[in-house]
């Protein structure tokens, strides 16, 4: 059964971080001074206008136009609020305002055959904690807290998946790479990779900077970490030899390099669940994509290395990859390429797919596919390669997560536009 609770997400990419409602007039050549007059709480608000003193007055219409979801369809909406015959009639409370981002309010006023008499009167409101908008680049869940943090270039959001509410959001000063969250001294950190060669490290509830580590190079691709330690995909060319070495392992409480590896520069690490420190990577800047696995001891030494042969025989994609619940195997690209931790290919989910994402149930046996083109969710068994079920979903989905009986659904309300959502579906 399918629930249909979406959720608007949470601060827009074009805006500060600040958490005050913002709000600008635009101004006019009108008498009536058309303003907000009191910022209530984020939404509700006093509009407040002069009496208009011309002739052939009839009524004053107050128009809301906005971005949002109406009866189940996400548009652009242009919605009459207040309307009066009552010259002296001079303020409106909006106490039913749309969860959204911006909202322009517009205040006509109109003489008895309807024509317009005064029509440039508008305000403009832009309200807080609202609707994330932008082109994302990954998304990662908090399955503890039920919070989805959201990357977009140099943008980091974190959004409740209960409310749909902002949490925080924090612009980096350049671009960003794949994330990671981790445990540490009894908190959960978020670990963000840089393009100027750091790995910042913030606090997981408030974005706050904790520490940071200087990587060397230029661009920090990815970092991955684990029990207690930080694998990062670097740009760090001072050891390349035959093999690049670009990936750094780092001690997470003293900071200190630990080991290395790697044959090839800014590459997107994935660790293999439940295994003993062993990793895969996908190359992001070599075409065709090459992939290699990894295995490190527990003190952050290489142990093994090994370079697939295909060298692009098969699908892959680096912004789609997933691992197996218990780390034999993972999955990546629109096609579903499944590899084994050898990097031994063996099957498509669905050659020529439009997968975007995949989550699984806790042994693996479903695979739960997100099709970013039919706009549905396939559970997939495996190893039997079997459509058992398909969840349709009102969103078109960018990043999926099953968090026991419900699947998360990260998404656009459809393929065009940049606003993004969350949708629950149940299981």
């Known amino acids: 059964m399918k629930i249909t609770s979406l959720f608007l997400l949470t601060a827009c990419i074009l805006l500060s ?46 128009m809301r136009s906005a971005y949002y979801w109406k009866n189940g369809v996400f548009d652009f909406y242009n919605d009459a609020i207040d309307s009066s015959t009552d010259v002296q009639h001079g303020s409106f409370r909006e106490q039913a305002m749309p969860f959204t981002y911006s909202l322009y309010y517009n205040l006509v006023v109109k003489d008895e055959k309807g024509n317009v008499l005064q029509g440039n009167d508008m305000v403009f409101y832009t309200r807080p904690n609202t609707i994330v908008i932008g082109s994302p680049t990954d998304a990662l869940y908090n399955r503890q807290r ?3 943090y959201i990357t977009d270039y ?54 706050a900077q904790k520490d940071k580590i200087y990587i060397a190079g230029l661009a920090v691709a990815s970092v991955v970490a684990q029990n207690g330690k930080l694998y990062v995909g670097s740009s760090d060319l001072t050891q390349a030899g035959i093999n690049k070495n670009c990936i750094k392992v780092y001690d997470r409480a003293t900071k200190a390099l630990l080991g290395r590896g790697g044959y090839y520069d800014k590459t997107r690490l994935l660790y293999l669940e439940g295994s003993s420190n062993e990793f895969i990577d996908l190359t992001t800047n070599v075409s065709p994509i090459q992939l290699a696995y990894y295995q490190f001891a527990d003190n952050g030494a290489l142990l093994t290395q090994k370079e697939d042969t295909y060298h692009g025989n098969y699908q892959m994609d680096v912004n789609i990859v997933r691992s197996f619940p218990d780390g034999s195997r993972f999955i990546t690209s629109g096609y579903g390429s499944i590899f084994n931790k050898s990097l031994v290919f063996d099957h498509y989910v669905k050659e020529f797919g439009t997968y975007v994402d995949f989550a699984f149930n806790n042994d693996g046996s479903l695979i739960y596919a997100a099709d970013g083109r039919a706009q549905n969710i396939d559970a997939i068994s495996y190893p039997g390669n079997t459509v058992t079920k398909k969840y349709p979903t009102t969103l078109v989905p960018f990043k999926v997560f099953r968090d026991g ?18 949708e629950k579906i149940a299981l």
């Open 17 to 62: 971080c600040s958490k005050d409602p913002v709000y600008i007039t635009v101004t006019s050549t009108s008498k009536l001074d058309f303003k907000i007059s009191e910022v209530v709480n984020d939404s509700t608000l006093v509009l407040q206008w002069k009496p208009y003193t011309g002739a052939n007055f009839k009524k004053y219409v107050l």
């Open 146 to 148: 039920k919070w989805v």
């Open 154 to 207: 140099q943008n980091i959001y974190i959004v409740n998946c209960a409310n749909g509410r902002q949490v925080a959001n924090k612009k980096m000063p350049v671009p960003i790479g794949y994330c990671s969250l981790g445990e540490w001294g009894g908190s959960t950190e978020l670990y963000v990779p840089t393009q100027d060669g750091w790995l910042q490290i913030l606090d997981a509830t408030t974005l």
């Open 405 to 422: 009986d419900t699947l998360i659904n990260v998404g656009r309300a459809y393929l065009s536009t940049t606003y993004l959502f969350i």
